[in-house]
């Protein structure tokens, strides 16, 4: 009868520690089920373009031969082409560390702290002085995030959607994993020759009025893994330990048997 009290008790505890668990696991806990809400988005404001960017800059005109001089290498999107190696960077205009870049005809110009809605405007005009009817596109080349920790793929993603998330860049590196902490995430963003170290919480829907919710170039998103994740390979190492060491035993035992 004994037995049966202990084993019934048992069950019973992990039941609970199981449930209690749970309450960790959804994200945006908060958000009502109800039915649908709206809320109005006033935390996004417009990437800017920071020294060591890439920027790649296509121009078209009337005269597309004339104006090819300023297509840098643009075949390659996001500096990368079927047929060219993922570590060979992108080749495009850099901006160098006072913030300018160097164009043919128009030479240096000021880019750094501009969105790049800005600077293609600035370039367009620019550009009237030697085409008629010039078209100017422009993107960031090596806009990246890097997502590690305990996630199904991290590692580090080339983005061409200027205005990503945290959860889009998440969903890249192919969700948590059940055993990692919504709670403890962490963005390390790099500004002014600061390093800043942001708590993230993905239980609440605070997240998406948050001022880091969106994501600018060189973020680095880490996700903590919980004492289970721990548990589990320290199980597997003590497993395979005690499995070698009988194995070894058992060699031992039959090594003088046969001798």
Not at 52 to 76: C, Q
Not at 116 to 130: C, D, K, P
Not at 179 to 188: D, Q, S, V
Not at 212 to 227: F, S
């Amino acid at each position: 009868m004994n037995k049966r009290t202990n084993l019934m008790v048992l069950l019973i505890t992990i039941l609970f520690c199981s449930c209690g668990s749970y309450q960790d696991i959804p994200y945006f806990q908060d958000l009502k089920t109800s039915g649908p809400s709206e809320e109005r988005v006033g935390n996004y404001s417009p990437l800017t373009i920071q020294p060591d960017d890439i920027l790649g800059i296509n121009v078209n005109s009337r005269n597309p031969e004339s104006s090819s001089i300023f297509n840098n290498n643009i075949s390659r999107v996001n500096g990368v082409t079927a047929s060219t190696p993922q570590d060979v960077p992108a080749t495009g205009y850099k901006v160098d560390g006072e913030g300018y870049i160097h164009l043919p005809l128009i030479g240096k110009h000021k880019a750094s702290g501009m969105t790049v809605a800005a600077l293609r405007e600035q370039l367009n005009n620019l550009m009237l002085t030697y085409y008629k009817d010039p078209v100017v596109n422009i993107w960031i080349l090596n806009f990246k995030v890097s997502v590690y920790g305990d996630v199904l793929r991290p590692n580090i993603y080339t983005l061409q959607n200027e205005r990503t998330t945290i959860t889009q860049a998440l969903s890249l590196a192919g969700d948590l994993n059940i055993t990692a902490m919504r709670k403890r995430i962490f963005l390390i963003r790099e500004e002014n020759g600061n390093r800043k170290y942001i708590p993230i919480d993905l239980t609440s829907k605070k997240l998406f009025q948050s001022p880091y919710y969106y994501l600018r170039n060189n973020d680095e998103i880490y996700v903590q893994p919980d004492r289970t994740k721990y548990a589990t390979v320290d199980r597997g190492y003590r497993t395979a330990t005690l499995v070698l060491s009988g194995l070894s035993i058992i060699a031992i035992v039959l090594s003088n048997l046969y001798r």
